[in-house]
């Protein structure tokens, strides 16, 4: 198997793509945002129930993230720029019509297959950032996956502003930031190499799932399900027992901050990486975010030191999954793609099915008993990655 050689990449050229690499993911993801904030027009627009919305959300789910493996395989083929604009090209345009599909039927194929425009963008966009990263590609994977934290977490404003103003209509000239982000990933990306002469590889490498990459997907996926609780479940607890409004500033501040933390966590991690180890950086968050977890059981919401605890738990829960990705990258050099694949979607998506199981919990034992159960699968989560990685040192300082 042979490799086409990569472009020099320069100083300026690596900064400006990191730059635009950023941008075109938080506009990417801003659309997994949006979708929760339009579920309560969808369902009074078409009279569905609950279990029909969640249908939506498992769709998107599933699409944009479970099947990342899989185009992760064909970025390594394809190419990564050619991928990585096609991607979030077609997710634009697709989810942009969200908040104006006709039909409950419409709405599934545009998140279906929008979700696949996701899908195709996250491992090309990974595989870009890691090949301009240089020396520092820790801390430019750690910048790139913020993007998309930023974009979720800002995605649900401009929605409801279009909502609060009665512009929803408008909603599909959304897609021109991820068209036009598309375009300049053409332009401005320089050539990456893609895999030649050689038979296809499977769509879906059962051997990465067998080996250390498999390992690290499982840490990935269990530390998924305790953000992804957090996410969905701490409003309905601070409602239920703290007995605040559903539209409360709380609830909203609430998961912005912990999303913008995640970010910033990330970025952090990846600048430390230089002189702490990955396997201390990446096992030491996730078993001190157990700290600030806790703790918000026991403080009252809206107060300084509740936002310091729910700033601290997005941080050190998020903080550990880019450098995941590049050791991930690390260990599968020759699928790189489905490696990030692997590590950046499949992971997220099946701890959006598995939170299935985590409501179905919240039913049978309450709300703070089933979020301290997702919590502490963080615990395992350290364990497995430390498993695949704590024999790694401090890197030299330079």
């Known amino acids: 198997m042979t490799a086409a050689p990569p472009a020099r990449v320069t100083a300026g050229t690596a900064l400006g793509v990191s730059a635009l690499l950023v941008v075109v993911h938080a506009t990417n993801d801003a659309f997994a945002g949006m979708l929760s904030a339009l579920l309560p027009t969808v369902q009074a627009r078409f009279?569905?129930?609950?279990?029909?919305?969640?249908?939506?959300?498992?769709?998107?789910?599933?699409?944009?993230?479970?099947?990342?493996?899989v185009f992760g395989v064909l970025v390594d083929r394809w190419g990564r720029r050619r991928m990585a604009a096609l991607?979030?090209?077609?997710?634009?345009?697709?989810?942009?019509?969200?908040a104006v599909a006709p039909s409950p039927w419409l709405l599934f194929v545009i998140l279906l297959v929008g979700g696949l425009g996701s899908a195709a963008f996250?491992?090309?966009g990974t595989g870009i950032a890691r090949s301009i990263g240089g020396q520092r590609k820790g801390l430019v994977m750690s910048v790139f996956s913020a993007g998309g934290t930023v974009g979720v977490a800002l995605g649900p404003l401009v929605i409801g502003w279009?909502?609060?103003?009665?512009?929803?209509?408008?909603?599909p000239l959304l897609m021109i930031p991820g068209v036009?982000?598309?375009?300049?990933?053409?332009?401005?990306?320089?050539?990456?190499?893609?895999?030649?002469?050689?038979p296809w590889p499977p769509l879906l490498d059962l051997s990465l799932l067998r080996g250390p990459v498999?390992?690290?997907?499982?840490?990935?996926?269990?530390?998924?399900?305790?953000?992804?609780?957090?996410?969905?479940?701490?409003?309905?607890?601070?409602?239920?027992?703290?007995?605040?409004?559903?539209?409360?500033?709380?609830?909203?501040?609430?998961?912005?901050?912990f999303s913008l933390s995640a970010a910033l966590g990330g970025i952090v991690a990846g600048a430390l990486?230089?002189?702490?180890?990955?396997?201390?950086?990446?096992?030491?968050?996730?078993?001190?975010?157990?700290?600030?977890?806790?703790?918000?059981?026991?403080?009252?919401p809206g107060t300084p030191l509740y936002f310091l605890s729910v700033a601290a738990a997005g941080a050190l829960v998020n903080a550990g999954l880019p450098l995941m990705v590049v050791a991930a990258q690390d260990l599968a050099p020759q699928?790189?793609?489905?490696?990030?694949?692997?590590?950046?979607?499949?992971?997220?998506?099946?701890?959006?099915?598995?939170?299935?199981?985590i409501g179905a919990l919240q039913e049978g034992v309450g709300l703070a008993p089933a979020m301290v159960v997702a919590f502490l699968a963080l615990v395992p989560a350290a364990l497995l990655a430390r498993r695949v990685i704590g024999h790694e040192t401090a890197p030299t300082p330079r």
């Open 162 to 171: 279009l909502l609060v103003t009665g512009n929803l209509s408008l909603s």
């Open 273 to 300: 990486e230089r002189r702490v180890s990955r396997s201390l950086l990446i096992t030491t968050s996730m078993l001190v975010s157990l700290v600030p977890f806790g703790v918000l059981f026991l403080l009252t």
């Open 87 to 98: 991607g979030v090209m077609t997710s634009s345009s697709l989810l942009s019509l969200m």
């Open 214 to 257: 498999g390992v690290l997907a499982a840490s990935g996926i269990l530390r998924a399900i305790s953000f992804v609780t957090f996410l969905n479940a701490m409003p309905l607890y601070l409602v239920a027992r703290h007995g605040v409004s559903p539209d409360s500033p709380v609830l909203f501040w609430t998961l912005t901050l």
């Open 122 to 124: 996250h491992p090309a």
């Open 47 to 69: 009279g569905l129930s609950e279990t029909a919305l969640a249908l939506f959300v498992a769709t998107l789910s599933f699409s944009s993230s479970v099947t990342q493996p």
């Open 180 to 198: 036009l982000g598309g375009l300049a990933l053409v332009a401005f990306v320089p050539a990456q190499p893609r895999q030649r002469g050689s």
């Open 335 to 357: 699928a790189m793609g489905a490696a990030s694949g692997l590590l950046m979607g499949f992971t997220w998506g099946t701890a959006g099915l598995l939170y299935v199981g």
